[in-house]
Protein backbone atom coordinates (compact mmCIF):
# COMPACT_ATOMS: atom_id res chain seq x y z
CA UNK A 1 0.00 0.00 0.00
CA UNK A 2 1.04 3.69 -1.03
CA UNK A 3 0.33 6.35 1.74
CA UNK A 4 1.80 9.08 -0.47
CA UNK A 5 -0.35 11.89 -2.52
CA UNK A 6 1.00 14.01 -4.88
CA UNK A 7 -0.35 15.96 -7.92
CA UNK A 8 1.23 14.13 -10.27
CA UNK A 9 -0.54 10.64 -9.52
CA UNK A 10 -3.80 12.39 -10.65
CA UNK A 11 -2.00 13.01 -14.16
CA UNK A 12 -0.15 9.93 -14.77
CA UNK A 13 -2.48 6.84 -15.05
CA UNK A 14 0.11 4.04 -14.38
CA UNK A 15 1.31 5.66 -11.25
CA UNK A 16 0.24 4.15 -8.15
CA UNK A 17 -2.68 5.01 -6.87
CA UNK A 18 -2.86 6.23 -3.08
CA UNK A 19 -4.80 4.24 -0.62
CA UNK A 20 -6.07 5.76 2.23
CA UNK A 21 -6.31 3.22 5.61
CA UNK A 22 -8.15 4.42 8.59
CA UNK A 23 -6.84 2.56 11.80
CA UNK A 24 -8.81 2.60 15.15
CA UNK A 25 -6.77 4.00 17.79
CA UNK A 26 -6.60 2.40 21.54
CA UNK A 27 -4.64 5.55 22.68
CA UNK A 28 -7.71 7.28 21.91
CA UNK A 29 -10.33 5.34 22.89
CA UNK A 30 -8.67 4.94 26.38
CA UNK A 31 -8.40 8.83 26.72
CA UNK A 32 -12.39 9.34 26.02
CA UNK A 33 -12.67 7.11 28.52
CA UNK A 34 -10.03 8.40 31.04
CA UNK A 35 -11.68 12.01 31.05
CA UNK A 36 -15.06 10.30 31.19
CA UNK A 37 -14.32 8.08 34.44
CA UNK A 38 -12.87 11.15 35.86
CA UNK A 39 -15.40 13.94 35.37
CA UNK A 40 -17.87 11.08 36.67
CA UNK A 41 -16.09 10.35 39.50
CA UNK A 42 -15.77 14.03 40.18
CA UNK A 43 -19.70 15.10 40.11
CA UNK A 44 -20.22 11.83 42.01
CA UNK A 45 -18.26 13.31 44.88
CA UNK A 46 -19.76 16.45 44.55
CA UNK A 47 -23.23 14.98 44.90
CA UNK A 48 -22.45 12.71 47.48
CA UNK A 49 -21.24 16.35 49.17
CA UNK A 50 -17.79 15.26 49.31
CA UNK A 51 -16.54 18.00 47.40
CA UNK A 52 -17.95 21.61 48.84
CA UNK A 53 -18.29 23.96 45.60
CA UNK A 54 -18.61 27.77 45.80
CA UNK A 55 -22.60 27.46 45.91
CA UNK A 56 -24.92 25.08 47.88
CA UNK A 57 -26.87 22.14 46.13
CA UNK A 58 -28.65 19.56 46.61
CA UNK A 59 -26.36 17.03 44.91
CA UNK A 60 -29.38 15.57 42.81
CA UNK A 61 -28.12 17.23 39.33
CA UNK A 62 -24.68 16.57 39.49
CA UNK A 63 -26.04 12.82 40.54
CA UNK A 64 -27.71 12.98 37.55
CA UNK A 65 -25.01 13.94 35.51
CA UNK A 66 -22.90 11.39 37.05
CA UNK A 67 -24.96 8.54 35.59
CA UNK A 68 -24.88 9.98 32.11
CA UNK A 69 -21.32 9.91 32.24
CA UNK A 70 -21.55 6.39 33.52
CA UNK A 71 -23.82 5.42 30.93
CA UNK A 72 -21.78 7.38 28.13
CA UNK A 73 -18.90 4.95 29.41
CA UNK A 74 -20.66 1.95 28.90
CA UNK A 75 -22.08 2.90 25.45
CA UNK A 76 -18.05 3.56 24.09
CA UNK A 77 -17.35 0.44 25.76
CA UNK A 78 -19.82 -1.56 23.86
CA UNK A 79 -19.46 -0.04 20.53
CA UNK A 80 -15.57 -0.49 21.01
CA UNK A 81 -16.00 -4.28 21.61
CA UNK A 82 -17.53 -4.23 18.14
CA UNK A 83 -14.20 -2.94 16.56
CA UNK A 84 -11.25 -5.29 15.49
CA UNK A 85 -8.22 -2.85 16.78
CA UNK A 86 -5.56 -5.36 14.96
CA UNK A 87 -7.65 -4.45 11.30
CA UNK A 88 -8.29 -0.96 9.85
CA UNK A 89 -11.46 0.53 10.36
CA UNK A 90 -11.89 1.78 6.51
CA UNK A 91 -9.41 1.12 3.35
CA UNK A 92 -10.12 3.45 0.43
CA UNK A 93 -8.76 2.79 -2.64
CA UNK A 94 -8.57 2.60 -6.53
CA UNK A 95 -10.99 -0.43 -5.95
CA UNK A 96 -13.69 1.13 -4.09
CA UNK A 97 -14.38 0.85 -0.41
CA UNK A 98 -13.46 -2.09 2.26
CA UNK A 99 -14.86 -1.14 5.74
CA UNK A 100 -14.79 -3.55 8.76
CA UNK A 101 -18.59 -3.87 9.55
CA UNK A 102 -19.80 -4.06 5.88
CA UNK A 103 -19.65 -7.55 4.44
CA UNK A 104 -18.42 -6.83 1.72
CA UNK A 105 -16.53 -4.16 -1.01
CA UNK A 106 -18.16 -1.42 -2.31
CA UNK A 107 -16.76 -0.99 -5.68
CA UNK A 108 -16.92 3.07 -6.87
CA UNK A 109 -19.29 1.70 -9.64
CA UNK A 110 -22.06 0.84 -6.88
CA UNK A 111 -21.70 4.32 -5.95
CA UNK A 112 -24.03 7.06 -6.91
CA UNK A 113 -23.02 10.03 -5.36
CA UNK A 114 -20.04 11.49 -3.15
CA UNK A 115 -21.00 14.40 -1.13
CA UNK A 116 -18.14 16.42 0.00
CA UNK A 117 -19.38 19.83 2.10
CA UNK A 118 -17.89 22.59 1.68
CA UNK A 119 -17.87 24.04 5.91
CA UNK A 120 -14.82 24.28 7.72
CA UNK A 121 -16.68 22.11 10.72
CA UNK A 122 -17.74 19.09 8.54
CA UNK A 123 -15.63 16.34 9.37
CA UNK A 124 -17.04 13.40 6.70
CA UNK A 125 -17.47 12.63 3.38
CA UNK A 126 -20.92 10.85 2.82
CA UNK A 127 -20.79 8.29 0.11
CA UNK A 128 -24.49 7.07 -1.14
CA UNK A 129 -24.46 3.32 -2.38
CA UNK A 130 -27.16 3.08 -5.44
CA UNK A 131 -30.52 1.35 -4.78
CA UNK A 132 -29.33 -1.47 -6.88
CA UNK A 133 -26.16 -2.45 -5.55
CA UNK A 134 -25.44 -5.62 -3.11
CA UNK A 135 -29.00 -6.29 -1.35
CA UNK A 136 -26.22 -7.71 1.69
CA UNK A 137 -23.99 -3.91 1.68
CA UNK A 138 -27.39 -2.19 1.76
CA UNK A 139 -28.81 -4.00 4.31
CA UNK A 140 -26.02 -3.40 6.59
CA UNK A 141 -25.88 0.63 5.60
CA UNK A 142 -29.57 1.05 7.31
CA UNK A 143 -28.65 -0.55 10.26
CA UNK A 144 -25.45 1.07 10.57
CA UNK A 145 -25.82 4.33 9.27
CA UNK A 146 -27.86 6.95 10.31
CA UNK A 147 -28.88 8.08 6.97
CA UNK A 148 -29.81 4.95 4.02
CA UNK A 149 -27.20 3.96 1.90
CA UNK A 150 -24.56 6.23 2.83
CA UNK A 151 -21.22 5.50 4.20
CA UNK A 152 -19.56 8.25 6.09
CA UNK A 153 -15.94 8.42 5.50
CA UNK A 154 -13.65 10.58 7.96
CA UNK A 155 -11.46 13.20 6.09
CA UNK A 156 -9.72 14.49 9.31
CA UNK A 157 -6.87 12.29 11.22
CA UNK A 158 -5.97 9.95 8.31
CA UNK A 159 -2.15 9.34 8.66
CA UNK A 160 -0.24 10.83 5.80
CA UNK A 161 -2.74 12.88 4.47
CA UNK A 162 -4.30 16.54 5.23
CA UNK A 163 -8.11 16.80 4.54
CA UNK A 164 -7.98 19.00 1.29
CA UNK A 165 -5.78 15.52 -0.04
CA UNK A 166 -8.32 12.71 0.90
CA UNK A 167 -10.93 14.33 -0.08
CA UNK A 168 -9.48 15.21 -3.53
CA UNK A 169 -7.99 11.50 -3.86
CA UNK A 170 -12.05 10.07 -2.87
CA UNK A 171 -13.35 12.34 -5.54
CA UNK A 172 -10.76 11.35 -7.89
CA UNK A 173 -11.72 7.81 -7.60
CA UNK A 174 -15.36 8.57 -7.97
CA UNK A 175 -14.84 10.57 -10.91
CA UNK A 176 -12.45 7.86 -12.63
CA UNK A 177 -15.18 5.37 -11.88
CA UNK A 178 -17.96 7.55 -13.71
CA UNK A 179 -15.59 7.87 -16.66
CA UNK A 180 -15.12 4.31 -16.93
Known sequence: MNNEHSPAIDRDPNAAQPV?????SVRYLSMILGLLALFSVYLSLIAL??????????????????????????YV???ARNVDFTKPIMVIGPDGIIAQRLPKPIPWSMI??????Q?????FIYVTVRK????EILGQLRKEQPV????????????GFSSSEVKD?????????RQS
Open 20 to 24: LVLRA
Open 49 to 74: GQIETSRRTSGVGEGLFAIVFLGLIV
Open 77 to 79: VVN
Open 112 to 117: ERVDIP
Open 119 to 123: SGQAE
Open 132 to 135: DADP
Open 148 to 159: ERTVAIPHRWVP
Open 169 to 177: IVNHYFERS
